[in-house]
């Protein structure tokens, strides 16, 4: 994946030392709003999962850009915590299947979906999938983070669901390459990131508290409360996204990403309520306030992300950034 685009002045100096163009990570975290936040997580972010092209992976590890890292996390944090209060200090660990089936129960974020069911255009569609490709391509694996800080029961339900998610071991079922089935469709470039640079703050949003949580030991109880919000929120908006995709005209092997999610997540709902989130807060129940706060940011940040697509369509606009071809110059 090549280095995006910056958008402000951290994000550019970021980009100028990985890109080699520069020696010094900026010593500032001064951002020039949520583009340049979102984008310098993400930079950052990326350095642990498949890295960028030309950038020496020894940068996953370099202090100074954990600092920067970490002080950008901190203004995200502050964020989410305004957004859906911190984390409850006193929860009974046996309520919590009930109060993630409360919270998904109680999200009432905009109709996307239904949107997309019935009166999206084909163009709005693609640009959809557009957003979503940043997630899809790597799907699952920032809930992965998680396996090995887990023992028991939770573990081998996270292992559960996590298998389907990777197509139990067949390729072709990997729910990342069936996705590309459905960007093949548009004729969208398959390549792992090819948007980065046409998706907004919200879209990179999505995509950075799910690697927050999953790279901290400290939030794995967030992790698997943001993964137990997905799986919990999953079946029937795949549904309404494939039948949408069929009356555009979309062929079985478009829709076959959307067809898997609404079988498999009816399923893994109950794995991740019980089976995961359950036996986690029995054996860790001082977690159990920090699980239920990483479900609500998951329900929020992804509301937020669908208002500002919808909210674009409504004004007859496109949700995506006109594609970069400068790059914006530290000063």
């Known amino acids: 994946m090549q280095l995006p685009v910056a958008r402000g002045r951290v994000s550019a100096?970021?980009?100028?030392v990985l890109g080699g163009r520069a020696e010094k990570l900026p010593a500032f975290a001064r951002f020039d709003g949520d583009e340049d936040l979102h984008l310098t997580l993400f930079v950052c972010y990326e350095l642990a999962y498949r890295g960028w092209d030309?950038?020496?992976?020894?940068?996953?590890?370099?202090?100074?850009?954990?600092?920067?890292?970490?002080?950008?996390?901190?203004?995200?944090?502050?964020f989410l915590y305004d957004l859906v209060g911190p984390p409850e200090t006193r929860v009974d660990p046996a309520s919590v299947p009930d109060r993630l089936a409360a919270i998904v129960a109680a999200d009432d974020g905009p109709g996307l979906s239904g949107y997309l069911r019935g009166r999206a255009t084909l163009e709005q569609f693609r640009e959809f999938v557009t957003h979503r490709s940043i997630y899809h391509l790597r799907e699952a694996d920032p809930h992965s983070w998680a396996i090995p800080r887990l023992g028991g029961r939770a573990k081998a339900a996270l292992i559960e669901i996590q298998?389907?998610?990777?197509?139990?071991g067949?390729?072709?079922?990997?729910?990342?390459?069936?996705?590309k089935q459905t960007m093949r469709w548009f004729d969208l470039d398959l390549r792992y990131g090819a948007y980065v640079d046409s998706v907004g703050a919200p879209t990179l949003a999505v995509n950075n508290v799910m690697s927050l949580f999953g790279l901290h030991r400290s939030r794995r109880a967030a992790i698997l409360g943001h993964l137990a919000a997905y799986e919990m929120t999953s079946s029937l908006p795949n549904r309404s996204y494939a039948n949408g995709l069929r009356r555009l005209g979309g062929d079985p092997d478009a829709t076959a990403f959307y067809?898997?999610?609404?079988?498999?997540?009816?399923?893994?709902?109950?794995?991740?309520?019980?089976?995961?989130?359950?036996?986690?807060?029995?054996?860790e129940p001082a977690q159990a306030g920090e699980l239920l706060f990483g479900a609500r940011a998951a329900l929020a940040i992804d509301s937020l992300w669908a208002g500002s697509v919808l909210d674009a369509w409504s004004r007859e606009?496109?949700?995506?950034?006109?594609?970069?071809?400068?790059?914006?110059?530290?000063?």
């Open 170 to 179: 067949v390729e072709p079922r990997m729910h990342q390459e069936l996705f």
């Open 13 to 16: 100096a970021l980009i100028d």
């Open 259 to 283: 067809d898997e999610h609404v079988e498999a997540d009816a399923v893994h709902e109950q794995i991740a309520a019980h089976d995961l989130c359950g036996s986690f807060v029995r054996a």
């Open 317 to 331: 606009t496109s949700s995506l950034r006109p594609r970069a071809v400068e790059p914006v110059l530290a000063g």
């Open 163 to 168: 298998a389907d998610e990777y197509g139990n």
């Open 54 to 78: 030309g950038v020496d992976d020894s940068w996953e590890w370099d202090p100074g850009m954990l600092r920067l890292r970490t002080a950008a996390e901190k203004r995200f944090l502050a």
